[in-house]
């Protein structure tokens, strides 16, 4: 096993983490060295790029770098403290409707080239300690806003309400180190109202697509080497 080097595209279910993929994969191919690009909430699923072996892992940080694509669907009306739905909710003091047109135009300002406060959930460290868990501590600390860049921000149907709270799903393609649910967040700020991410699937790690990907529960022991992408020479990936 020590010679099979490469990149596997997985689609990863939703209720487990990243590293929980990166783990069934190390059982599966009985290799230690797995590293994964661009993590994936628990609630999340789509494509997650691994890396088998030392070889593929010392490029993994080209994927981190890509485009990414992401199918959401966004909620109006209520938000949570880890702004999707695994959080503990809080319904907004007062109930809005809202139509297609509102919704674009609060969208338009959150694309191009704009700046980001990443959320208290999130992995980022601060002062050697990652985010989620001072927030799990009950703590908030300040962070700094982050540039980001949204190549498209599109509502893709028409919003639904339902037992006063507003749905509907969006097409975003961005710049690494976007977080959708700050996205969700803002475009409900831009509203007058709160908001959060209920379902999420990530499409794209540029030029990678979801559909070449293999779903976690198909691959085994014995067919996961079929699947792998060969590491290029010199290390350039596309």
Same mark, same amino acid.
């Given at each position: 096993m020590t010679d099979i080097a %490469?990149? #596997? #595209? $997985?689609?990863?279910? +939703? %209720?487990?983490?990243?590293?929980? $993929?990166?783990d069934q994969l190390r059982k599966l191919s009985g290799i230690r060295?797995? %590293?994964?690009?661009g993590t994936l909430d628990p609630f999340a699923t789509g494509l997650l790029i691994l890396a088998i072996s030392r070889? +593929?892992?010392r490029e993994i940080s080209h994927f981190v770098k890509k485009e990414k694509e992401y199918i959401a669907t966004f909620v109006l009306g209520a938000?949570?403290?880890t702004l999707?739905?695994?959080?503990?909710?809080?319904?907004? *003091? /007062?109930?809005?409707?809202f139509t297609k047109d509102q919704i674009i135009d609060a969208i338009k300002p959150l694309t191009g080239m704009i700046e980001q406060i990443p959320p208290m959930y999130s992995a980022l460290k601060i002062k050697g300690k990652k985010l989620y *868990? #001072? +927030?799990r501590e009950g703590k908030t600390v300040e962070r700094q806003p982050r540039p980001i860049t949204i190549h498209t921000f599109e509502l893709l149907d *028409?919003?639904? /309400?339902?037992?006063?709270?507003?749905?509907?799903?969006?097409r975003i393609r961005c710049s690494s180190g976007t977080y959708i649910r700050v996205l969700a967040q803002d475009l409900a700020t831009n509203l007058g109202t709160l908001g959060y991410v209920e379902e999420l699937r990530r499409t794209e790690i540029a030029p990678y697509r979801i559909e070449e990907a293999t779903r976690l529960e198909d691959l085994t022991?014995?067919?996961?080497? *079929?699947?792998?992408?060969d590491v290029p020479e010199g290390g350039m990936l596309p």
């Open positions: %490469g990149f #596997l #595209l $997985v689609d990863k279910p +939703a %209720g487990i983490t990243s590293h929980d $993929v990166v060295k797995i %590293g994964h690009a070889k +593929a892992t938000t949570s403290d999707d739905k695994d959080g503990v909710l809080q319904l907004s *003091e /007062e109930q809005k409707s *868990e #001072l +927030a *028409e919003p639904v /309400e339902t037992d006063g709270l507003t749905r509907f799903q969006v022991s014995t067919n996961w080497t *079929e699947k792998l992408i």
